[in-house]
């Protein structure tokens, strides 16, 4: 019988990996991502680097990342730098560096594709891959079931490093809900082979919060009603559970909690939206800093339009985000004549909304985001059957039926 086999795969450390790769005199040291491009390694008189570190930040940015060294100092991803810094004063501190990132993210996923082509993308550094049909993959031996898939796994992992020069840590199970849980059993660089019978030995023991889709709120109300184990979920009667959380969610934790999921792995998930924003080192005033922002605005919508390009996707709405000294957010979009991927056209048509917000105020964030997405290409095909048929009618019409009327489009056209 043909067993479902699904892979997880987390490259490990991801962004702090790629940085070790381009600092090698890095390695086994605490290093730490975050903060801005202030904090750019220095070239030394004899070319060596010189790097920021911990105990010099000052600000309010928060890790992205950072190594499994600065991790055994106690930091970790979304925790403020000058609290990362009384822990870790020496820790070295390096800025994020997106489009190294996405280079070696697409780079690990061709290599994955070449053994494993049904896919999954969870993200940049993330994938499920849909191993059942893999060759080889159902084998097994006489001391172990699992033995075909676990092989399939290791030359994954091989394939990604050759690719990469990065490792990544794997989970295989009947399912993704369990390969999720796997892949982070053994890091750095572990390979997880779970099967339905290992659930209490080895799922069942980890805290509930363990379980991919149960976040902080949910752990908190969970552990307050004496649930702390994926165990004691699982032991909880089922009609209670839907008492406690509604019959949804009450009855997908009572699945989720026995490694029961049935959902499949998706090769293609049409984006609905792309955003970029960025949070300031300092408040910037809309005045004052002008400069500065108009700069940093023109970069995000440079950064959207070319997400769009790369995803081969179009889009129509066209939003800003902006987060006020106070913690408060506002937003604005709007809805443009035609879909686009224009750097210029994004920029303008954001501009507009930008306009219809207090700017007295200054500024902690600032984002913009392209909605009403469609692929490239069908809404090319759309958009020549129209202009065919309008090029049909001018041709037939002697006269407009309607005078021309212009388009306006002011804060009528806004929406919050």
């Known amino acids: 019988m043909t067993r479902r086999l699904i892979a997880h795969l987390d490259m490990d450390a991801f962004y702090a990996s790629v940085e070790l790769l381009r600092y090698p005199q890095l390695q086994g040291l605490p290093v730490v991502i975050g903060g801005g491009r202030r904090h750019q390694p220095q070239v030394t008189p004899d070319g060596g680097s010189s790097f920021a570190t911990l105990r010099d930040y000052a600000g309010r940015g928060v890790i992205t990342t950072a190594t499994y060294a600065a991790r055994a100092l106690g930091v ?3 925790m403020g730098l000058m609290k990362a810094a009384a822990l870790a004063p020496d820790a070295i501190l390096l800025p994020v560096d997106f489009d190294q990132y996405r280079h070696y993210s697409r780079l690990f996923k061709a290599a994955v594709a070449t053994l494993a082509p049904v896919i999954e993308d969870r993200g940049i550094d993330e994938i499920y891959i849909d191993l059942t049909e893999v060759a080889g993959a159902q084998d097994t031996s006489p001391d172990d079931a699992l033995a075909g898939v676990r092989e399939v796994a ?5 394939a990604v490093v050759e690719a990469t020069g990065l490792s990544c840590s794997i989970g295989v199970s009947p399912n993704k809900l369990l390969s999720k849980i796997g892949s982070d059993l053994d890091k750095p660089d572990g390979l997880t082979v779970l099967a339905a019978e290992d659930l209490p030995s080895r799922i069942w023991p980890l805290p509930v ?23 004691d979920l699982a032991a909880a009667d089922p009609a209670w559970l839907v008492a406690q959380f509604g019959a949804h969610h009450g009855t997908w934790l009572h699945q989720a909690a026995h490694g029961i999921d049935d959902r499949p792995v998706v090769t293609f998930r049409e984006p609905k939206s792309l955003s970029r924003e960025t949070t300031f080192e300092r408040d910037l005033h ?7 922002l108009g700069a940093v605005f023109t970069r995000l919508c440079e950064q959207v339009a070319q997400d769009l390009v790369r995803k081969g996707v179009v889009g129509r709405t066209v939003g800003v985000k902006l987060r006020y000294e ?5 937003t604005r ?3 443009l004549p035609d879909h686009t991927a224009n750097a210029a056209e994004i920029r303008r048509w954001a501009g507009r909304c ?3 917000v207090p700017l007295d105020r200054r500024l902690r964030l600032l984002g913009v985001k392209v909605e009403g997405l469609c692929q490239r290409a069908r809404w090319e095909t759309t958009r020549q059957a129209v202009d065919e048929v309008a090029s049909h009618h001018a041709v037939q019409e002697s006269l407009p039926l309607f005078g021309d009327m212009g388009t306006t489009w002011g804060a009528d056209k806004l929406r919050s």
């Open 354 to 356: 930008l306009k219809t």
């Open 209 to 231: 919060g363990r379980i991919n889709g149960v976040g902080p709120k949910a752990r908190a109300r969970l552990e307050g009603l004496g649930v702390m184990s994926i165990g």
């Open 333 to 335: 979009s709007i809805t």
């Open 76 to 78: 970790h991803s979304g």
């Open 286 to 292: 809309p005045r004052q800093d002008r400069e500065a």
């Open 326 to 330: 106070d913690f408060r957010i506002v």
């Open 154 to 158: 290791r030359r994954i992992k091989a």
